[in-house]
């Protein structure tokens, strides 16, 4: 029997219920194949604008690059065919995507910048977005100068509709203050998602996770316990967010809680091995090596954990050598900083597996007020 647009919707529909995730995304893909042998390039073009978002939202940056190309090469094709708004708000997400994914040279990532503000001045918006965007880079590859000088090109921008929303910019605000060391503005900056005056779709759930590094340092370990415990709720399930699982794992880490860190580190070490998104599983590593390195500190040189059979073996009884899990966890780490230094031409991801030692200096606990 012959597939019809009425089988399209219906694939679309049923996905919609879904969480994001593989089943999800196999759904969009199977909705946008039926377009394609219909020749519909309207439906194509509408399918793959949701199977773009399933991907971006399930970790599937890859999926998601080869959709959005797709959509823009017939947007140029057909002008005044499609919406402006929606092919600029997801060169966004297409953006923020090859940042993050370092076999997208860094020359492409930049003709990329260059056509999207060349796009936004056409089309009469600001530089808002334009300047988020490549601030976000700097700040991923480590040129604190350039992050500098992003930021106060973003802050002089207005505000427009390719502006993300304020719980958002507040997030990515706080991440560039924690960039520049500035523990406090940080902190300061989030405060209405951490309040609950500002939400959205990802937040509070990327900031519960961010907060926890700055307010550790700042000394503020009860308000980090509360943020951990309702942070963690909001992303222990899912692949999408391994990044945040790995900023858990490294505050239990570091306020000492090792057994609780291991059951997080054992619940999602094969996703965190498994993900095709290099930074999410760096991000995961670092703290997991962390956690490591304070075992021994402790003088735990053998453990009973779980990890995935790549890993070092486990003895007769079931216990591994926590240094070779250490430096097993380094590996895998180093690995991709190697991806990112060498597309961003810094040192900035090897820099972060050197400094890892000195996050376990100890810091002074300021009490929260009764």
């Known amino acids: 029997m012959s597939q019809t647009r009425s089988d399209v919707y219906e694939i679309a529909g049923k996905a919609m219920d879904l969480p994001y995730g593989p089943t999800r995304l196999a759904m969009f893909e199977e909705a946008v194949r039926i377009a394609d042998s219909l020749q519909d390039i309207d439906l194509g073009y509408q399918m793959r604008y949701n199977l773009q978002q399933t991907a971006e939202f399930s970790a599937r940056g890859d999926v998601a690059l080869v959709s959005f190309a797709w ?3 017939q947007y140029d094709r057909y002008p005044g065919r499609f919406d402006t708004h929606d092919i600029m708000w997801t060169y966004k997400w297409t953006i923020a995507t090859c940042t993050r994914l370092p076999q997208v040279p860094r020359d492409r ?11 936004c001045r056409a089309l009469g918006h600001s530089m808002y977005a334009a300047n988020q965007l490549r601030r976000e880079f700097f700040i991923l590859s480590g040129e604190r100068e350039a992050a500098r000088s992003a930021h106060a090109e973003f802050r002089k921008s207005r505000r427009d509709s390719l502006s993300d929303c304020l719980a958002c ?8 203050y924690q960039s520049q060391n500035q523990w406090a503005r940080a902190v300061q900056t989030v405060g209405p998602v951490l309040t609950g005056r500002l939400r959205c779709a990802e937040e509070p759930h990327c900031v519960l996770a961010h907060v926890l590094l700055p307010e550790y340092r700042l000394g503020r370990i009860d308000e980090a316990w509360e943020h951990h415990r309702e942070g963690y709720r909001l ?11 790995g900023y858990h794992l490294r505050f239990l880490v570091l306020v000492g809680d090792l057994d609780a860190a291991q059951t997080l580190l054992e619940r999602h070490i094969d996703d965190a091995i498994a993900t095709i998104m290099p930074l999410d599983r760096f991000q995961f590593l670092l703290a997991a090596a962390l956690w490591a390195e304070r075992m021994l500190r402790e003088g735990k040189a053998r453990a009973k954990v779980r990890l995935p059979e790549s890993a070092p073996s486990a003895d007769a009884r079931g216990s591994r050598d926590i240094a070779a899990c250490r430096d097993w966890f380094l590996s895998g780490a180093r690995e991709v ?10 040192d900035a991801f090897t820099r972060q597996i050197d400094e890892l030692p000195e996050l376990l200096q100890p810091v002074r606990s300021r009490r929260k007020e009764a």
Not at 235 to 245: A, I, L, N, P, S
Request: proline share 0%; net charge neutral; hydrophobic share 40%.
């Open 71 to 73: 959509r823009l090469a």
């Open 109 to 119: 990532v930049m003709a990329l910048f260059d056509d999207f503000e060349a796009r």
């Open 169 to 176: 910019v507040a997030n990515q605000n706080g991440h560039y």
């Open 235 to 245: 992303v222990r399930k899912g692949q999408q967010f391994v990044d945040m699982q």
């Open 337 to 346: 900083a190697d991806q990112f230094d060498r597309r961003n031409g810094t």
